[in-house]
């Protein structure tokens, strides 16, 4: 059984409690249960270095985790509920933590999550990239090609390597300002970003692969700007695409206030 599925907007987590639990949770808890029940041998999961929180970079495998919004606490849940069903109906797991994955055919229309894709879809539509804070956040951005082979290849191995977790992704870590003048010269424009208020965010978030590394030999990955240069490639071909609105915010307070004057104007534009 592979589990991939989430909605994976940290920052959102926050506001979006319900519906963050009804989705990340509760419907792996269904998963869960059907393997259960079918007898499945393995429960593949990718989960995320959300379960870590903040002042543990770079993260390890053996760090206790302590999530700091509701989507890392989600995600760690899941991983307590496989381990506990493992103890009590021998249900095999493998945890992944993989991390700010981008590349090709990803959805670049979703304003909340994946910083990439939000940045090359705002250069195509003609609009400064927007950073909240100051930009210095830190994150180790990952294409694709260097977590999906793991992740679907981890069959081919034999059951010593299950019932364990396993940090996946790029080693390198850069700011997001330095992530945005990479997309900015991967789409061959000028460099404009707009600074927003700060959110509520993990400063620095990067990952330890080592544990990976031995395992899986995962030591080749693909340069930022390599990968960066050919998703810009890929959604060239594609276009921007319309951001859409989550419109269902569950809690207000604190919402970001370009969140919220984006939210205000399409319920504007519903009422005419």
């Not at 021998?90 to 945890?95: E, N, P, Q, S, V």
């Not at 705002?122 to 400064?128: I, N, W």
């Not at 330095?178 to 965010?201: C, T």
């Not at 915010?249 to 919220?260: D, G, T």
Request: aromatic fraction near 10%.
């Amino acid at each position: 059984m592979y589990h991939l599925a989430a909605y994976a907007a940290e920052g959102l987590s926050h506001l979006i409690k319900r519906f963050n639990y009804n989705n990340n949770l509760l419907g792996s808890v269904n998963l869960i249960n059907a393997s259960v029940n079918q007898n499945v041998k393995c429960f593949v999961f990718t989960s995320s270095i959300a379960v870590y929180g903040a002042g543990q970079a770079p993260m390890t495998e053996d760090i206790i985790p302590v999530p700091e919004d509701s989507y890392g606490i989600a995600k760690l849940a899941v991983e307590q509920e496989l381990w506990v069903t493992h103890e009590m109906f021998g249900l095999d797991y493998i945890l992944f933590r993989p991390h700010n994955v981008y590349g090709e055919r990803q959805n670049i229309g979703d304003r909340y999550r994946n910083v990439v894709g939000i940045f090359i879809n705002q250069l195509l539509r003609g609009e400064p990239m927007t950073i909240f804070g100051d930009g210095a956040q830190v994150r180790a951005f990952t294409h694709i090609d260097d977590v999906a082979p793991i992740i679907a290849g981890f069959v081919e191995y034999d059951a010593a390597r299950r019932n364990q977790v396993f940090n996946i992704g790029a080693d390198q870590p850069y700011t997001v300002n330095e992530l945005s003048r990479i997309v900015a010269d991967a789409m061959g424009v000028d460099h404009k970003v707009a600074y927003l208020a700060p959110r509520n965010e993990v400063k620095i978030a990067f990952a330890d692969h080592s544990k990976a590394e031995r395992v899986f030999n995962t030591s080749q990955k693909k340069l930022l700007r390599e990968g960066i240069q050919a998703m810009a490639e890929w959604v060239r071909l594609h276009g921007s695409r319309e951001s859409s609105v989550f419109q269902d915010i569950e809690v207000l307070k604190k919402l970001p206030p370009s969140w919220a004057s984006v939210a205000a104007s399409h319920a504007c534009a519903g009422r005419v």
